[in-house]
């Protein structure tokens, strides 16, 4: 079975009178460590689907399977619960808190479990490590570049070592060379953690990384192919 399996996913919203319908009654398989890249027009429901698939937004109907657990039906606080133990989520804008060092911030999704601060700090200087910011564990987001901040931000995704990333346009508000090492840094991620990477981009640059491009218009996958197909 598919890690990721979506059947007539449908997503939708009152909209006055009306019903929005950002998904569609998608289907999309996703292999266990793959690296897919998620590609489509603005408004064609590539947030919306990143947000089910990480538990952050409940499923209006059909069927999302995750890791093998079905996502539909399960209560806010269930797919808090569930979010927190199996997914790593990687914004555009980092959302760094601005007032914690980049140590704090990385610590932060490890307070949501027990566990001796001795232990978090060892994850926490693992995950500081692997992003090559060891040394910078104790500058605060201003005083970061916004490669560096991605790259904490990217520290923080990994630290409870969650099997699923998930990145919506993770290089969008970066410049060539800093958008060149972080998904450099995802690569890696999924090569040598076997991390599962669903990443949403706009750039076909940036998809080129992934082993699989799907396109996504109007709420539904109009096409899928492997890497170096991309036109
Ligand atoms: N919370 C919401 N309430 C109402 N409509 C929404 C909501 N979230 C998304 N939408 C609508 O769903 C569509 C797809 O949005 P989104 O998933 O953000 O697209 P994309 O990320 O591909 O640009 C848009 O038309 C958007 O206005
Ligand atoms: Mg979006």
Same mark, same amino acid.
Do not use: C
């Given at each position: 079975?598919?890690?990721?399996?979506?059947?007539?996913?449908?997503?939708?919203?009152?909209?006055?009178? %009306?019903?929005?319908?950002?998904?569609?009654?998608?289907?999309?398989?996703?292999?266990?460590?793959?690296?897919?890249?998620?590609?489509?027009?603005?408004?064609?429901?590539?947030?919306?689907?990143? %947000?089910?698939?990480?538990?952050?937004?409940?499923?209006?109907?059909?069927?999302?399977?995750?890791?093998?657990?079905?996502?539909?039906?399960?209560?806010?606080?269930?797919?808090?619960?569930? =979010?927190?133990?199996?997914?790593?989520?990687?914004?555009?804008?980092? %959302?760094?808190?601005?007032?914690?060092?980049?140590?704090? %911030?990385?610590?932060?999704?490890?307070?949501?479990?027990?566990?001796?601060?001795?232990?978090?700090?060892?994850?926490?200087?693992?995950?500081?490590?692997?992003?090559?910011?060891?040394?910078?564990?104790?500058?605060?987001?201003?005083?970061?570049?916004?490669?560096?901040?991605? =790259?904490?931000?990217?520290?923080?995704?990994?630290?409870?070592?969650?099997?699923?990333?998930?990145?919506?346009?993770?290089?969008?508000?970066?410049?060539?060379?800093?958008?060149?090492?972080?998904?450099?840094?995802?690569?890696?991620?999924?090569?040598?953690?076997?991390?599962?990477?669903?990443?949403?981009?706009?750039?076909?640059?940036?998809?080129?990384?992934?082993?699989?491009?799907?396109?996504?218009?109007?709420?539904?996958?109009?096409?899928?192919?492997?890497?170096?197909?991309?036109?």
């Amino acid at each position: 079975m598919a890690f990721i399996e979506a059947r007539g996913l449908t997503k939708s919203y009152a909209k006055g009178e %009306n019903v929005v319908k950002p998904l569609d009654g998608l289907d999309l398989d996703v292999a266990e460590g793959r690296f897919v890249a998620l590609m489509g027009p603005s408004g064609s429901g590539k947030t919306t689907l990143l %947000n089910l698939i990480a538990g952050i937004d409940a499923p209006s109907g059909g069927s999302l399977k995750v890791g093998g657990r079905e996502l539909a039906g399960m209560s806010r606080a269930e797919l808090a619960r569930w =979010r927190s133990e199996h997914v790593g989520y990687i914004f555009q804008l980092y %959302n760094l808190i601005p007032v914690l060092t980049a140590y704090e %911030n990385v610590e932060l999704p490890l307070l949501l479990f027990p566990g001796s601060r001795a232990d978090r700090h060892r994850k926490v200087a693992l995950a500081l490590d692997l992003v090559g910011l060891a040394e910078r564990h104790d500058h605060f987001p201003r005083q970061l570049s916004g490669g560096q901040e991605q =790259r904490v931000a990217i520290a923080r995704a990994i630290v409870t070592d969650p099997s699923l990333l998930v990145a919506d346009e993770p290089t969008g508000d970066l410049d060539k060379e800093s958008a060149q090492s972080v998904l450099t840094l995802l690569s890696r991620l999924h090569r040598e953690l076997g991390k599962t990477l669903v990443m949403v981009t706009h750039d076909p640059r940036a998809a080129s990384w992934a082993e699989e491009t799907v396109h996504l218009e109007k709420g539904r996958i109009v096409r899928a192919e492997p890497a170096g197909s991309a036109s």
